[in-house]
C-alpha cells in the first residue's frame, strides 16, 4: 500500500494558480511543481552537466601549462597543478555521482555547486600566487562568470550567489594584494560587475522563458484533455490509458480499485422541459460536484457520454465507493441548478459502481471487464427506479452483488 503512494500518477492536471512562476527567483513558486519541471528537463540537464564537467576539468588542468609558464618548475607551481588537479578529480566525482543517479535532481544542484565552488577557491588561489598574472586572470573570472550564469546548468539563485559572491571575494583580494592601481581596480571591479548583470539578465531570461513554455504545455494538455462545459476529463484521457494505468497499480501493489458511472435522470425531459441551455446548467453543476466532492489529486473524473460520467478512485474498495456515490447522490437530489429567467430546476442521478477488492490475485487485467461492470450496474439502478446506487465487486471468474 505504502508503495503504491509513491509512483506518481502522471495524468492528473495542474491547477492554474500552481503554475505562477517567481520571478525574482525564477523557478515556479510551488516546489513541487519546480521539481515536476525539473524532472521534465533533467535528461537534457544532465547531459549538459556532464559535458560542462568534462570541460571545466579539461581545462583547469591544461591551463597549468601556464602555472610553469609564469613561476618556472618551481614548487608552487606544481603546488598549483595539484589545486587543479584536485578540481579535475572533484568534476570526476560530480561526473560519476549524476552517472549514477540520473533520476536525481538534487545530486545535479549539488554536483554543479560543489565543482563551481571548488573551481572558484582554487581559481583565488591560483590568482594569489600569480600577481604577475592579474590581467590574465581577470579575463579568466570573466569567462568563469559566464559559465556559471550559462554553460553549467543549475539553480538560477545558487548561480548568482556563486557568481556574485566570487566576483566580490576576487576584487577584495586583488585590493589586499595591492598590485593595482586605483584606477585600474575601479575598472575591473565595473567590468565584473558588467559581466554579472550581463550573466544575471541572460540566465534569468533564459530561465524563465523555460518555465514559460513549460506552463504553456501543461495548460495546451489540460485544454485538450478536459471538457470545456463540466471541467472534468474527456474521453480523450481514457484512451490514452487513465483506466489502464490505475488498474495495472492496483494489480501491481495489490490496492483496491473501484470505477463509479453516475447518469443523470430523466436528463431527456429537462432539454426538452427547460430548453438545452438549461440542460447545459445541470451538467456543469453535477460535473462540478463530483470534482469538488472527489479527491483533487488522487480521484478522476470524466465525461463519458453525454450526461454519463465516469469516476475513477484508486485505493478505494467498495463499501468506500458506495459511500462516496450514496453522498453525490444525497447532494445533487437535494440542490438544484438555477438556470436562465431566473428558473430553478432540480434532477437526481442514478449510479453503478464496479471494484475490485484489494490483494485480489483474480483482479481483472483489462478495464474492459469493470466498465461493463459498472454500466452493468447503472443500469439495474435505473430499472430499480433511478435516484438510486448499485455496485459490485469484480474479480476475473465471479461477480458478487453486494447492493
Ligand atoms: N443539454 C445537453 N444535453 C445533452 C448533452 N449531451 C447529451 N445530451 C442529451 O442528453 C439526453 C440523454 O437522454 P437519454 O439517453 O434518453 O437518457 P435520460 O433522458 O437521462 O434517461 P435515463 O438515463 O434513462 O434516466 C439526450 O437528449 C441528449 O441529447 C449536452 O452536452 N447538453
Given at each position: ?34 521539481d515536476r519541471f525539473n524532472r521534465h528537463h533533467l535528461p537534457e540537464t ?59 535532481v ?104 523555460r518555465?514559460?513554455?513549460f506552463?504553456?504545455t501543461i ?185
Amino acid at each position: 500500500m505504502s508503495n503504491a503512494r509513491k509512483v506518481p500518477v502522471p495524468h492528473h492536471d495542474l491547477p492554474y494558480p500552481r503554475l505562477e512562476i517567481d520571478r525574482q527567483r525564477a523557478e515556479f513558486a510551488d516546489a513541487a511543481v519546480e521539481d515536476r519541471f525539473n524532472r521534465h528537463h533533467l535528461p537534457e540537464t544532465t547531459a549538459q552537466l556532464k559535458i560542462s564537467l568534462l570541460f571545466c576539468a579539461a581545462f583547469y588542468v591544461a591551463f597549468g601549462a601556464t602555472d610553469v609558464a609564469t613561476l618556472g618548475p618551481t614548487a608552487t607551481a606544481w603546488a598549483m597543478i595539484a589545486l587543479r588537479l584536485l578540481v579535475a578529480l572533484v568534476a570526476a566525482g560530480g561526473l560519476l555521482a549524476i552517472t549514477r543517479r540520473p533520476e536525481s535532481v538534487r545530486i545535479a544542484v549539488v554536483a554543479a555547486c560543489v565543482v563551481e565552488i571548488v573551481g572558484l577557491a582554487v581559481f583565488m588561489v591560483l590568482c594569489w600566487y600569480q600577481p604577475a598574472a592579474t590581467a590574465w586572470n581577470v579575463m579568466s573570472q570573466a569567462l568563469i562568470l559566464m559559465a556559471i550564469y550559462i554553460n553549467i546548468p543549475n539553480r538560477f539563485i545558487h548561480a548568482v550567489w556563486i557568481a556574485a559572491g566570487s566576483s566580490a571575494v576576487f576584487c577584495a583580494m586583488l585590493f589586499v594584494q595591492g598590485h593595482l592601481k586605483m584606477d585600474d581596480l575601479v575598472a575591473l571591479v565595473l567590468l565584473l560587475m558588467l559581466g554579472n548583470t550581463l550573466g544575471y539578465i541572460g540566465a534569468r531570461r533564459f530561465h524563465l522563458a523555460r518555465r514559460e513554455e513549460f506552463r504553456s504545455t501543461i495548460l495546451l494538455q489540460q485544454l485538450a484533455d478536459r471538457d470545456p462545459l463540466t471541467g472534468c476529463y474527456n474521453r480523450r484521457v481514457l484512451q490514452k490509458g487513465l483506466l489502464d494505468a490505475e488498474l495495472a497499480r492496483a494489480r501491481r501493489y495489490g490496492t483496491a480499485l473501484s470505477v463509479i458511472l453516475g447518469d443523470i435522470d430523466h436528463f431527456k425531459r429537462i432539454n426538452d422541459t427547460h430548453g438545452h441551455a438549461a440542460g447545459d446548467h445541470v451538467l456543469s453543476d453535477f460535473g462540478g460536484l463530483l470534482l469538488a466532492m472527489t479527491r483533487e489529486t488522487v480521484d478522476s473524473v470524466v465525461r463519458y457520454g453525454g450526461e454519463e460520467f465516469l469516476i475513477v478512485l484508486p485505493e478505494t474498495d467498495l463499501a468506500g465507493a458506495h459511500a462516496l456515490a450514496e453522498r453525490i447522490r444525497h447532494a445533487f437530489g437535494s440542490t438544484g441548478s438555477a438556470v436562465e429567467f431566473g428558473e430553478f430546476v432540480t434532477a437526481t442521478a442514478s449510479f453503478g459502481i464496479a471494484s475490485v477488492p484489494a490483494l485480489d490475485p483474480d483482479a481483472p487485467e483489462t478495464p474492459a471487464v469493470l466498465m461493463e461492470a459498472a454500466d452493468a450496474q447503472l443500469y439495474a439502478a435505473k430499472r430499480g427506479g433511478r435516484n438510486c446506487v448499485r455496485g459490485v465487486s469484480v474479480t476475473a471468474d465471479r461477480m458478487r452483488s453486494t447492493a
